[in-house]
């Protein structure tokens, strides 16, 4: 495969699995304030876009890093672009999130969301270094934690080939951890040995394979139709805490998604409009910041005195959609390149 630096199918379906989730979560809190539901409620499968998320990220760690592979001298350098990836935007969010709502609930006296801790220091600390379980702010971060999870076994393979026993044992005691606990358990156990990892392990084996995995336009749309049958047919069966249902359905419908587009992008079949890349490229920051401006700007018209009945309040939703997108393609824009590319720099 072309080692050039952006994969537009990638951009694509990384754009569309955050609006997948932003749209689950707007649809989630209509049904529960409200008892309204948006786009039909055919997004209330929504949560596989993370599924989708984790099959793209096992792909790009291995896309990105393969030549680091047993080259314990890149092992740095390796860590250093992923947190620089992570971290500063997180923070920023994570700042801005308790900011708002200290001005919001103690200035304003508007109740929004919480982010009181009753731990002290650790809990701070497990929650600006995403370790698992940690108190999110952010709901949606649990999924980092996972994250850098992937890249921590990910770059055992960085510091020597041998040590591929770790990450080949963690997923063969997942096997044995898929018909007990359900996922999102607040144990360190099921944490280690998710199910989630066979996502991640699917997008890296698409990624070794991709020179292999080659098929013809028809034959791509074929598997693009598969997939979306998949979802269609078994996924409103899937909730988000089945463990082997999940993956089996969604996560191999977002291999076949990935298979498909990068095959398309390769006969030259797909079509890459600049709001999608833009989107794709903000997609980080739409994930992270979706979640507390969905909370805090369905406050703003009682903040203005504005009544809003409930078909009323259906429609500001949908606008709230928009608003996180071109929010967040604002903020990829003037902050999170800016920002990433001087720290790069800063610490070449």
Avoid at 48 to 60: H, K, N, T, Y
Avoid at 310 to 322: A, R
Wanted: net charge positive.
């Amino acid at each position: 495969m072309s080692q050039k630096k952006i994969i537009n199918s990638i951009q694509i379906l990384r754009g569309l699995a955050a609006v997948v989730v932003v749209i689950y979560h707007v649809s989630g809190y209509m049904k529960m304030h409200y008892s309204q539901t948006i786009f039909g409620d055919i997004f209330r499968i929504g949560f596989a876009g993370v599924d989708l998320f984790f099959v793209i990220s096992g792909f790009i760690i291995y896309f990105t890093a393969k030549d680091y592979l047993n080259k314990p001298e890149r092992f740095q350098d390796y860590w250093k672009k992923r947190i620089i990836r992570i971290y500063p935007i997180y923070w920023l969010v994570v700042i801005g999130i308790q900011v708002l709502q200290w001005l919001l609930s103690k200035q304003l006296n508007i109740a929004s969301f919480s982010t009181e801790y009753e731990g002290g220091i650790l809990q701070h600390l497990g929650t600006y270094t995403l370790f698992p379980h940690h108190v999110a702010i952010d709901p949606v971060t649990w999924t980092l934690s996972y994250e850098l999870y992937f890249y921590v076994l990910f770059s055992l393979l960085i510091l020597s080939r041998k040590l591929w026993v770790v990450p080949f044992v963690v997923l063969i005691v997942s096997i044995f951890n898929t018909f007990t606990e359900p996922e999102h358990s607040r144990n360190y156990y099921d944490f280690l040995f998710s199910n989630f990892h066979y996502e991640f392990l699917m997008g890296v084996l698409i990624c070794y394979f991709s020179d292999k995995l080659r098929f013809s336009k028809l034959m791509s749309l074929g598997i693009l139709g598969l997939a979306i049958a998949i979802i269609i047919v078994w996924g409103y069966e899937v909730g988000d805490s089945d463990n082997i249902k999940r993956i089996l359905v969604f996560g191999f419908a977002a291999s076949l998604l990935l298979i498909s587009m990068l095959n398309l992008e390769q006969h030259g079949y797909l079509p890459a409009p600049k709001f999608l890349m833009l989107l794709g490229g903000a997609s980080y920051v739409l994930y992270l910041i979706h979640f507390p401006f969905l909370l805090i700007l369905n406050k703003f018209p009682t903040m203005l005195g504005i009544i809003l009945d409930t078909n009323m309040m259906s429609v500001y939703n949908y606008t709230i959609i928009f608003i996180n997108i071109f929010v967040a393609i604002f903020l990829h824009q003037k902050l999170e390149l800016p920002l990433t590319s001087f720290l790069s720099k800063r610490f070449k």
